[in-house]
């Protein structure tokens, strides 16, 4: 185990402001808001829905420049910072989304290399063998040749949590990553996710309005209007 002090903050995000569109049509979202996380914690962070959830994820993921506030994610500060920056910070994520958002003409297999054509040092006998490995892991070693319209929604939820995690990321989002799935299969996507974050001492932001998976947090943050209550 290791201690507290020694664990790195993989998220430090403090009085985050963001607005959408500008003068007359500009909506501010976030508000001030502040956290963090680090290796090995799986944090919830729940809130209705337009509170600025997504918005807050996209922020952390390097999806979107932040605007307002200071945000240093996997050590790295992206307030203003280059692309070049941006994508090296993308590179430490795995991002899970509500949709799974698998290409409809790749197999899962092929779904889950996708991920580590960022990484040229991959060759292709290893993008093919790590992906497995990971579908294995995810209860999938027998459907790496399935196209996702053979696989059920869970099953699919499941590839994209494999192609979110192949790369070993540092830190995992997930945007809602059960809400479309019955409760079972909500749970079952859950307990993968937290065995990830407590075997391979990564750290994970999961967004959920799920109450049946608050169980599995070691905190959880409540977001409303923009700021974070801890
Ligand atoms: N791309 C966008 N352009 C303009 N407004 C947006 C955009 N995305 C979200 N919003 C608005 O920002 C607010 C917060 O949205 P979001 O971050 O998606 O909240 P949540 O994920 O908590 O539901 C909502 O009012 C939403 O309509
Ligand atoms: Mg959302």
């Known amino acids: 185990m290791i201690s507290p002090d020694k664990q790195t903050y993989l998220i430090e995000a403090d009085s985050l402001f963001y607005q959408y569109g500008d003068k007359d049509l500009a909506q501010l979202v976030l508000k001030g808001a502040t956290l963090d996380l680090r290796s090995g914690e799986f944090v919830i962070l729940a809130g209705p829905s337009g509170s600025g959830k997504s918005t807050l994820l996209s922020l952390i993921g390097a999806l979107r420049q932040c605007q307002e506030g200071n945000l240093s994610i996997v050590g790295y500060d992206v307030k203003g910072a280059n692309e070049e920056i941006m994508r090296t ?93 019955d409760s079972k299969t909500g749970i079952q996507v859950t307990e993968i996710l937290h065995d990830m974050v407590k075997t391979l001492g990564c750290g994970a932001l999961v967004v959920t309005h799920d109450n049946r998976i608050f169980s599995y947090a070691d905190r959880i943050l409540h977001i409303e209007d923009g700021v974070v209550k801890i």
């Open 89 to 181: 910070v993308r590179k430490n994520i795995g991002y899970v989304f509500q949709q799974h958002n698998l290409l409809g003409f790749l197999t899962a297999v092929q779904n889950v290399e996708m991920t580590l054509q960022m990484f040229p040092e991959y060759s292709r006998e290893m993008r093919r063998d790590l992906s497995a490995e990971i579908l294995e892991k995810v209860g999938l070693g027998r459907h790496l040749d399935y196209f996702p319209s053979q696989l059920s929604v869970g099953q699919k939820q499941r590839v994209a949590i494999a192609r979110s995690l192949v790369h070993r990321p540092k830190l995992i989002l997930a945007d809602e990553p059960t809400a479309s799935l």
